[in-house]
């Protein structure tokens, strides 16, 4: 098995030469631009990610997208996020994370722009694919730039704790952004993703004087054939969810079923056998780095998924508008802003994998108390709800960065975001495909409702009990 992740890097992780005696070094006067500048762009990604969870009623319709394929585009940022997330951290590592972020931000605001002129639901999911693709390389660089720009200690712990708030804040700006320019016109939903676009160009005219090029001391090469059999096999599995809404049982669901399985063994032999692996299998024997990928995976499969499809169903259920569909979900998101940016208070007395017990319960508490909800005629009785997960989801964001980064080693930071990432994602994309499945499984969109909240609830109850067992063991 290759070693390449677990290697003790005897110089720093930038190639920079030293500076003279006396003088700056230069990445401490650019810490707190690089920190600015990873945070917009990553803003900016998610609210890309979050723009359809508002604009899909509209865009569907623009699209002529049927309800049973309406999972695709939601999903399409997801799948290109988790297809490519692990390769572009490795990308990132080996070959320069200002490099792969740079490209990112500049291929998001290119592809956001093409997602508003499709004009076929295919075409529009190949955009957001290609969305995806872009925003994996500003996550997996990012985290790797903040590591290189701020040392170990409490300055690297606020770091990353406001750099999980902007994943929050990004995720609450997007659906109020692209709602009210959506609500502009007819055609309003395709301008707020030329809008989006714009803005990720903007940040992209920045990051070459704000940001220091940093990279592993020892670049390898790209798993190109571990990412592809990954990709197709998440691929596989999101469209056997979306096919099982109409039979569980169906021979074409079963298949697909058997190809992911088969796509996962591949993936797994050829991590195991490749020099150059994007992911050393043998981290999963560490318990930290089992906690965070299985945090990342159930925040996406529990929390993420909810949440994606949550409004379009209160627009159905509760005839809520556009905007006010959205500015119920900035309740959530927005508190979960605030709750990852007051999370960096609990580090020294409160462990991450503890923070993200606590965030899983929390939400899957608030989460049962918004059954019934949907078919109450009343908004107001999601509030409650809405506000405790979104403590409870500011609590995961605060605490899944800090420990991807800190389950790797350091020289591989922006694999462990990777990965990190990429199981949020693949959590994401599996996660929407069946809360629409088991919501539109009944004619009784209420119901639907109900039983996708109370699936959300017990996903988040069985991630809590994990990560309370993944600890590391003494002696």
């Given at each position: 098995?290759s070693?390449?992740?677990v290697?003790t890097p005897t110089?720093?992780p930038?190639?920079?030469?030293?500076?003279p005696?006396?003088a700056r070094?230069?990445t401490?006067?650019?810490?707190?631009a690089t920190l600015?500048?990873?945070?917009?762009?990553?803003?900016?990604?998610l609210m890309t990610?979050?723009a359809p969870m508002?604009t899909?009623?509209?865009?569907a319709?623009?699209?002529?997208t049927p309800?049973s394929a309406q999972?695709?585009?939601l999903?399409?940022t997801?799948?290109?996020?988790?297809?490519?997330l692990l390769?572009a951290?490795?990308?990132?590592?080996d070959?320069?994370r200002r490099r792969?972020?740079?490209?990112g931000?500049?291929?998001l605001?290119?592809t956001?722009a093409l997602?508003?002129?499709a004009d076929?639901?295919?075409?529009f999911?190949?955009?957001?694919?290609?969305?995806?693709?872009?925003?994996?390389a500003?996550?997996a660089s990012?985290?790797?730039l903040?590591?290189?720009?701020?040392?170990a200690g409490?300055?690297?712990?606020?770091a990353?704790?406001?750099?999980?708030a902007?994943v929050?804040?990004?995720?609450?700006?997007g659906p109020?952004?692209?709602?009210?320019?959506?609500?502009l016109?007819?055609?309003?939903?395709r301008?707020a993703y030329?809008?989006?676009g714009?803005a990720?160009?903007?940040?992209?005219a920045?990051?070459?004087?704000a940001?220091?090029?940093?990279?592993?001391?020892?670049?390898g090469?790209p798993?190109?054939a571990?990412a592809s059999?990954?990709?197709?096999a998440?691929?596989?599995l999101?469209a056997a969810?979306?096919?099982g809404?109409?039979?569980?049982l169906?021979?074409p669901?079963?298949?697909l079923l058997?190809?992911t399985?088969?796509l996962l063994?591949?993936?797994?032999?050829v991590?195991?056998?490749?020099?150059?692996?994007?992911?050393?299998?043998g981290?999963l024997?560490?318990?930290?780095?089992?906690?965070s990928t299985?945090?990342g995976?159930?925040?996406?499969?529990?929390v993420?998924?909810?949440f994606?499809?949550l409004?379009?169903?209160?627009?159905?259920t509760?005839?809520?508008?556009?905007m006010h569909a959205?500015?119920l979900?900035?309740?959530?998101?927005?508190?979960?802003?605030v709750?990852?940016?007051?999370?960096r208070r609990?580090?020294?007395r409160?462990?991450p994998?503890?923070q993200?017990?606590?965030?899983?319960?929390l939400?899957?508490v608030a989460?049962?108390?918004?059954l019934?909800?949907?078919?109450g005629?009343?908004?107001?009785?999601l509030?409650?709800?809405?506000?405790?997960s979104?403590?409870?989801?500011?609590l995961l964001?605060?605490a899944?960065?800090?420990l991807?980064?800190e389950s790797?080693?350091?020289?591989?930071a922006?694999?462990?975001s990777?990965?990190n990432?990429?199981?949020?994602y693949i959590g994401s994309?599996?996660?929407?495909a069946?809360?629409?499945?088991?919501?539109t499984?009944?004619d009784d969109l209420?119901?639907?409702?109900d039983?996708?909240?109370a699936?959300s609830a017990?996903?988040g109850?069985?991630a809590?009990v994990?990560v309370l067992l993944?600890?590391?063991?003494r002696g």
């Open positions: 098995m070693t390449r992740l290697r110089t720093a930038s190639t920079a030469p030293a500076p005696p006396g070094t230069p401490a006067p650019r810490a707190g600015a500048v990873t945070s917009a762009a990553t803003a900016v990604a990610y979050t508002i899909l009623p509209d865009t319709a623009a699209l002529h309800l999972a695709w585009l999903n399409g997801p799948l290109g996020l988790a297809a490519v390769v951290g490795s990308l990132a590592d070959h320069g792969i972020f740079l490209s931000t500049v291929a605001g290119i956001t997602a508003a002129l076929s639901t295919w075409l999911t190949l955009a957001r694919v290609a969305q995806g693709a872009a925003s994996a500003i996550l990012s985290l790797g903040l590591v290189h720009a701020f040392p409490p300055g690297r712990i606020r990353t704790g406001i750099w999980g902007f929050s804040g990004g995720i609450a700006a109020p952004v692209a709602g009210g320019i959506a609500s016109g007819p055609d309003g939903w301008w030329a809008v989006l714009l990720a160009l903007v940040v992209a920045f990051v070459p004087r940001v220091t090029e940093s990279r592993a001391a020892h670049p090469r798993d190109l571990g059999a990954l990709g197709l998440l691929t596989s999101v969810l979306t096919l809404r109409d039979g569980w169906r021979a669901v079963g298949v058997a190809v399985v088969a063994a591949a993936f797994v032999a991590e195991r056998r490749g020099r150059n692996p994007m992911l050393d299998l981290l024997r560490r318990p930290l780095f089992l906690a299985t945090g995976l159930f925040t996406g499969f529990s993420i998924a909810l994606s499809y409004p379009t169903l209160l627009q159905h509760l005839g809520l508008s556009t959205a500015w979900f900035v309740i959530w998101s927005g508190t979960s802003f709750a990852a940016l007051q999370a609990l580090a020294g409160v462990s994998r503890h993200l017990a606590v965030g899983f319960a939400h899957a989460v049962l108390t918004m019934g909800a949907a078919g005629g009343s908004w107001l009785r509030l409650p709800g809405l506000v405790l979104g403590v409870g989801s500011g964001n605060a899944l960065p800090l991807a980064v790797v080693p350091a020289e591989r922006a694999m462990g990777g990965a990432n990429t199981a949020r994309a599996a996660g929407v069946l809360m629409i499945a088991v919501s499984s009944t209420a119901h639907g409702a039983v996708a909240m699936v017990g996903l109850l069985l809590a994990i993944l600890r590391e063991r």
